[in-house]
């Protein structure tokens, strides 16, 4: 069965702070994997996507990782700021699947507190 | 630049009443998709169109129905409304059809209540 879980389920650091999120998954086969940000009352906001052959990407105070052979990915987001605070959602998309078919994970509320 | 924009922002209902959730883009997108997210859990695709003229049933279509109306703006219905159906609905586009490196742009959602 195809799944996108993710610990932990939330977390709550202090402002200047760094943190690393984790997603596992068992969709298969793999085609790329994504990171959003989504703000309270907001629709998600891609950060990153990453292909099988992609390892790491970052944008700007994000970097996420992945490990295609274990099936992880990881976010690390650095000297976090209050505006970090939100769910940060993970999502892979399965290889030769029909258009609309990415599976969610149910996110990682982080609270960056000050 | 708006993005995409989704209305109304909040409405209620009461159970068996109809509505119609508006969506469009304003990016040239040819693809549009419905999701709903409820509490702890993941987004759930309701229906999606890879383009203009084209509609496809997702994870969980029953109840609703959808109308692709041109390429900006996609519709989604819900004909006898259930308290089931209470949730946050999401419009989101994508430049092409298929997933390769391409963000889905998502509208701040409709929040909608079945009474």
């Known amino acids: 069965k195809n799944q996108v879980e993710q610990s932990p389920q939330s977390l709550i650091i202090l402002e200047g702070k760094n943190c690393t999120l984790q997603?596992?998954?068992?969709?298969?086969?793999?085609?790329?994997l994504r990171w959003y940000k989504q703000d309270t009352g907001r629709g998600p906001v891609s950060l990153t996507i990453?292909?099988?052959?992609?390892n790491t990407k970052s944008n700007g105070r994000y970097t996420a990782t992945l490990d295609a052979d274990t099936k992880q990915s990881s976010l690390h987001i650095t000297a976090s700021q209050l505006s970090d605070s939100a769910s940060y959602i993970c999502v892979v998309s399965a290889k030769g699947s029909t258009l609309g078919r990415l599976y969610f994970g149910r996110g990682t509320q982080l609270t960056v507190w000050p | 630049n708006a993005g995409v924009t989704q209305t109304p922002k909040f409405q209620v209902l009461k159970t068996g009443q109809s509505m119609t959730l508006q969506c469009a883009q304003d990016m040239n997108h040819n693809s549009m998709y419905w999701y709903r997210q409820d509490p702890g859990m993941g987004l759930r695709l309701i229906y999606y169109?890879?383009?203009?003229?084209?509609?496809d049933k997702g994870e969980v279509p029953n109840g609703y129905n959808v109308s692709r109306l041109n390429k900006r703006e996609f519709s989604l219905r819900l004909e006898s409304a259930a308290p089931s159906q209470t949730s946050v609905y999401f419009c989101a586009s994508s430049a092409l059809p298929g997933f390769d490196n391409q963000p889905q742009h998502f509208g701040d959602g409709t929040r909608l209540s079945i009474l």
């Open positions: 997603c596992n998954y068992t969709v298969s086969p793999f085609s790329n």
């Open positions: 169109s890879a383009s203009e003229g084209t509609t």
């Open positions: 990453m292909t099988f052959s992609e």
